[in-house]
T-cell receptor, first 114, second 109 residues
Framework: DVKVTQSSRYLVKRTGEKVFLECVQD?????MFWYRQDPGLGLRLIYF???????EKGDIPEGYSVSREKKERFSLILESASTNQTSMYLC?????????????FGDGTRLSIL | GQNIDQPTEMTATEGAIVQINCTYQ??????LFWYQQHAGEAPTFLSY??LDGLEEKGRFSSFLSRSKGYSYLLLKELQMKDSASYLC??????????WGAGTKLIIKP
């Protein structure tokens, strides 16, 4: 079974802090994704990566950056946290090129910025 | 723009059948996914349709009509554990997933 592990289920940070969210997958998947999920909205893609050291902007990259130094790990960084970044953050991975393979999700990190 | 529409909330009775609709307008189409998400948990994959027609998987079936930009998820013999949100997502011409906001399904005894 695919396992996608996010480092924290709940996180509380202060405005202006630099925040790191970590995600690790154990299935040697090429593709990894970061989403945020807010009530009444669909999942919104922040960044994704198709390979080590590669990254692509999604629909809402502003205020975020990512790092993929190893194939199994994809980190999301909030450079200077703001209250409008309070959200549920979901990491996902999938296999294949131009993939129609399903994405497998971690349990999510509920982040509160005070 | 790209758009996925699903009802916000539906209610059904245990043991009954429910159909959750999804309509989409996207730039290109490379398939449609359905996911289930229980409250506070990760979305989990249910089905993938790329050709027109009905795909059956146990109590769950998914239907696609590409010409109508329409899909539905059919849940039979509803159980209390089926209470969850159901997310529709379309893979567009760039192989990017476009997500609907999800349908919250409430099952009553």
């Amino acid at each position: 079974d695919v396992k996608v592990t996010q480092s924290s289920r709940y996180l509380v940070k202060r405005t202006g802090e630099k925040v790191f969210l970590e995600c690790v997958q154990d299935m040697d998947h090429e593709n990894m994704f970061w989403y945020r999920q807010d009530p009444g909205l669909g999942l919104r893609l922040i960044y994704f990566s198709y390979d080590v050291k590669m990254k692509e902007k999604g629909d809402i990259p502003e205020g975020y950056s990512v790092s993929r130094e190893k194939k199994e790990r994809f980190s999301l960084i909030l450079e200077s946290a703001s209250t409008n970044q309070t959200s549920m953050y979901l990491c996902a991975s999938s296999s294949g090129d131009h993939s129609n393979q399903p994405q497998h999700f971690g349990d999510g990190t509920r982040l509160s910025i005070l | 723009g790209q758009n996925i529409d699903q009802p916000t909330e539906m209610t059904a009775t245990e043991g009954a059948i429910v159909q959750i609709n999804c309509t989409y307008q996207t730039s290109g189409f490379n398939g449609l996914f359905w996911y289930q998400q229980h409250a506070g948990e990760a979305p989990t994959f249910l089905s993938y349709n790329v050709l027109d027609g009905l795909e059956e998987k146990g109590r769950f079936s998914s239907f696609l009509s590409r010409s109508k930009g329409y899909s539905y998820l059919l849940l039979k013999e509803l159980q209390m554990k089926d209470s969850a949100s159901y997310l529709c997502a379309v893979l567009d011409s760039n192989y990017q997933l476009i997500w609907g906001a999800g349908t919250k399904l409430i099952i009553k005894p």
